[in-house]
C-alpha cells in the first residue's frame, strides 16, 4: 500500500479487506441498499453435501460442483480440480465475484460466453495466488470499465494473460493493476487505451520475472501519479516509455526503484509538475543515466532518490533544488566517485541525515550549500571514502542533530571549517592514526582565508570538536610525527653503536658496508639525513636496520684460543656463546619506540661483554666494516 505523495510502503498487498471497503461504500453512493440483492452467491465451505436451494437463483451443489450467479452470469465450480467456469450475462459487483471466498482454491478460471463487467472492477481478480492463467479473455466486455486498480494484482502464480482484446478506453485508474504478479514474463499491451487514465502509480510493481516491457504506445497525457510504477521490477532488461507525456505527473517518487534495468531513456520525461521524487531511482543497477532534462523546480522531496546506486557519475548541474525540503539518504550507499554539487540550491532544505553516508566517493564539492535551515546532520558523512572534506560554507545555527555526522570516516585526513560550523562530541570524527608515521592529532595548516600557517596548533579530534569556535575556522591535516619527539632516543642509538667501535678496526657507524641499503651513505649519515629532514618513519627504520646490523657484526669476533685456554676459558663454549649472543633483539612485535629500546637493552649487554673479552684479547679485533 501506498500514500499519495509519500514514502512507498514496501508491500504489495492489494488488502482485500480494502477492496470490500471501497467497493461497498461505492454501491451505497449509487444508492443500493443491499449489495446481494439481485446476486446469489454459495460459499463452499456453506454447502453441505447435499443439495442446496438458494432464496432468489437457485445454486446447485453435489459432492465436488457448486454453482451460483454473479450478477446474471453463471458460474460452475469444481472443488476437485480447483477449475471455476463462468459463463455470458452482465456481471455483479466486483466484490461479489465468485472467488473472493475461495482465493486459495481456484486453481484455474475459465469465461466460456460474453459478460459485461462493471464501472468499478477493483481488485477483481486480485489475490488469486494460486491461479496460472484464466482463459476466455476475450469474453469479458470491459468497455465500462473505469476502475481497473488492482485488477490483477497479488496473482503470485500467474504465468499467462492474454490481454489482446481488452477494451480500457473507460479506463481512468489502473493503479497496482498487475502489482506483485511476480511469475508473468511477457505482457503485451500493446491495444491499451490509457487516454482517460489518471492513476498509474504501483501499476507495474514487484513484477520480478518480466524482462522486457514495451509501453511505446501508452497515452498518459492525464496520467498524475506514476509513483513506484516499475518498483522491484527486479529482471527487467527493457522498458519503453520513450513516448511517455509526464506533463501532468505529480508523484514519481519510486517510479524505478529497484528495478534491474541497465539503461533508461527519460529524455521525453516533462517532470514540470513534479513535487516527489523520493527514491525515484534508488536500488538500481545502471551504472549511468542522462537527466539533463529534468525540470525539478517544484520538487519538494528528494529522499533517497539516488541510494543504493551502482552510478558512477551524475551530472546533476541543471537541477533546480530550490524548493527541497529533505535530501535525507539522497545519496547514501552509491558507488559513485564525483559528485558537483556546487549548483544545488539548499536553502529550504531541513534534513541531510544520512544525504552521503556509506559512498565510495574520493571527491565531493559542497562549496555552495546553504545549510541555514538544515536541523538534522546525523551521519551525513558517515563511512564515506572521502580524504578531503570542505564544509566551511556549511550554516549550522539550526543543527541540533549531528550524530556520527563523521563516524566510522577513517578515511578523511584533511578537514575544512568555517566559522558558522558547530560540534558536538557525538559527531565521532574518529582519532588521528598514531601509525604510519602520524602523531594522532589535527594541525591547523591554513586559516580561514587559505593562508598557510606555520607549526600550526595540533589538536586531538576530541578536542577539536568539542571545544571549536569560530576562531578556529580554517584547514586542517593528520600532524605527522616530528624527529624532534624522538632526538633522545636518535642520540642513544648513535652512541651505542660508538660504543661498539672498540671490537672493530673500522667504527660502524661511518662504515661504507652497507651503502646499497643506506642510499649510498654510512648508517650514521642515513640517519643523520632522514632525522634532519624530520622523516620520523625512515629515522625509525634506519636506527631499527643500524641496531640489527651492529648486533650482527659481533658475530664476526674469532677467539683468540691461546689466550683463551690461558686464561682457562673453554673455546668451544666461547665459539657457542658468540654465535648465541650475536642473534639481535627481535622488535616486530612491539611498537617502534618500545622496539627500539629492547634492541638497545639487548645489545648493550652483548657489548659490554665482548668489549670486555676483546680488551682482555680473548677475541681479536674484527675487520667487518672495514672497507677495502
Excluded at 57 to 81: C, L, S
Excluded at 108 to 130: H, R, S
Aim: hydrophobic residues 35%; aromatic residues 10%; proline residues 1%.
Amino acid at each position: 500500500m501506498r500514500i499519495s505523495g509519500g514514502l512507498v510502503l514496501k508491500k504489495y498487498n492489494f488488502k482485500i479487506s480494502r477492496i470490500l471497503t471501497i467497493a461497498l461504500a461505492s454501491a451505497a453512493m449509487m444508492g443500493v441498499t443491499t449489495v446481494l440483492d439481485n446476486v446469489s452467491t454459495v460459499h463452499a465451505d456453506e454447502v453441505s453435501d447435499s443439495a442446496v436451494t438458494n432464496s432468489n437463483d437457485q445454486t446447485q451443489t453435489n459432492d465436488n460442483i457448486v454453482t451460483g450467479t454473479w450478477g446474471t452470469a453463471p458460474w460452475t465450480w469444481n472443488k476437485t480440480t480447483g477449475e471455476m467456469t463462468v459463463g455470458g450475462g452482465e456481471a455483479g459487483y466486483a466484490v461479489n465475484v465468485p472467488w473472493r471466498d475461495k482465493l486459495r482454491n481456484i486453481k484455474k478460471i475459465t469465461f466460456t460466453g460474453e459478460i459485461i463487467l462493471p464501472y468499478d472492477c477493483l481488485g477483481l481478480f486480485n489475490g488469486l495466488e494460486e491461479v496460472t492463467s484464466i482463459d476466455g479473455m476475450n469474453n469479458l466486455d470491459t468497455s465500462k470499465v473505469a476502475n481497473m486498480r488492482g485488477m490483477f494484482a497479488d496473482m503470485s502464480n500467474l504465468s499467462n494473460l492474454n490481454l489482446d482484446n481488452f477494451d480500457t478506453s473507460s479506463a481512468t485508474g489502473m493503479e497496482d493493476m498487475f502489482n506483485g504478479d511476480r511469475s508473468l514474463k511477457s505482457l503485451n499491451l500493446d491495444v491499451f487505451n490509457t487516454s482517460k487514465v489518471t492513476d498509474m502509480s504501483g501499476m507495474f510493481a514487484g513484477m520480478s520475472s518480466l524482462k522486457s516491457l514495451d509501453l511505446s504506445n501508452f497515452n498518459t497525457s492525464r496520467v498524475t501519479s506514476m509513483y513506484s510504477m516499475f518498483e522491484n521490477m527486479t529482471n527487467l532488461s527493457n522498458l519503453n516509455v520513450n513516448n511517455f507525456d509526464t506533463s501532468k505527473v505529480v508523484y514519481m517518487h519510486s517510479m524505478f526503484n529497484g528495478d534491474g534495468i541497465k539503461n533508461l531513456n527519460l529524455s521525453s520525461f516533462d517532470t514540470s509538475n513534479v513535487k516527489s521524487m523520493n527514491e525515484m531511482f534508488a536500488n538500481t543497477t545502471m551504472d549511468s543515466i542522462n537527466l539533463n532534462g529534468f525540470n525539478t523546480s517544484k520538487v519538494t522531496e528528494m529522499i533517497g532518490m539516488f541510494r543504493n546506486t551502482k552510478f558512477t557519475d551524475l551530472d546533476l548541474n541543471n537541477f533546480d533544488t530550490s524548493k527541497v525540503t529533505s535530501m535525507k539518504a539522497m545519496f547514501s550507499e552509491d558507488d559513485l566517485k564525483y559528485l558537483d554539487l556546487s549548483n544545488f540550491n539548499t536553502s529550504k532544505v531541513t534534513d541531510m541525515n544520512t544525504m552521503f553516508a556509506n559512498t565510495t566517493l574520493n571527491r565531493l564539492n559542497l562549496s555552495n550549500f546553504n545549510t541555514s535551515n538544515v536541523n538534522n546532520m546525523n551521519i551525513m558523512f558517515y563511512n564515506v571514502k572521502l580524504k578531503y572534506l570542505d564544509i566551511s560554507s556549511f550554516d549550522m545555527s539550526k543543527v541540533y542533530l549531528m550524530r556520527d555526522m563523521f563516524g566510522n570516516n577513517s578515511n578523511i585526513n584533511t578537514i575544512v571549517v568555517g566559522s558558522k560550523n558547530k560540534f558536538e562530541r557525538d559527531v565521532n570524527l574518529p582519532e588521528v592514526p598514531t601509525t604510519d608515521g602520524y602523531s594522532g592529532k589535527w594541525q591547523n595548516i591554513k586559516d580561514s582565508n587559505g593562508n598557510n600557517i606555520n607549526n600550526g596548533s595540533l589538536y586531538t579530534s576530541e578536542d577539536l570538536m568539542t571545544n571549536y569556535t569560530p576562531e578556529k575556522a580554517g584547514t586542517y591535516t593528520w600532524a605527522k610525527k616530528s624527529t624532534s619527539d624522538i632526538k633522545d632516543l636518535y642520540n642513544k642509538v648513535k652512541l651505542s653503536i660508538s660504543y661498539s667501535g672498540s671490537m672493530f678496526n673500522s667504527q660502524p657507524g661511518d662504515s661504507m658496508k652497507y651503502k646499497d641499503e643506506f642510499n649510498g651513505r654510512s648508517m650514521f649519515g642515513t640517519l643523520d639525513y632522514a632525522y634532519n629532514s624530520n622523516n620520523y618513519d625512515e629515522s625509525i627504520k634506519v636506527m631499527h636496520d643500524s641496531i640489527k646490523k651492529t648486533h650482527e657484526s659481533i658475530g664476526s669476533l674469532q677467539v683468540n684460543e691461546a689466550k683463551a685456554q690461558e686464561l682457562g676459558l673453554n673455546v668451544d663454549q666461547l665459539k657457542a656463546d658468540l654465535v648465541k649472543d650475536s642473534v639481535p633483539y627481535d622488535y616486530s612485535q612491539d611498537n617502534d619506540i618500545d622496539g627500539i629500546n629492547k634492541q638497545l637493552d639487548s645489545f648493550a649487554s652483548v657489548r659490554a661483554k665482548y668489549n670486555k673479552l676483546v680488551q682482555e684479547g680473548v677475541f681479536d679485533k674484527s675487520d667487518y666494516w672495514t672497507v677495502k
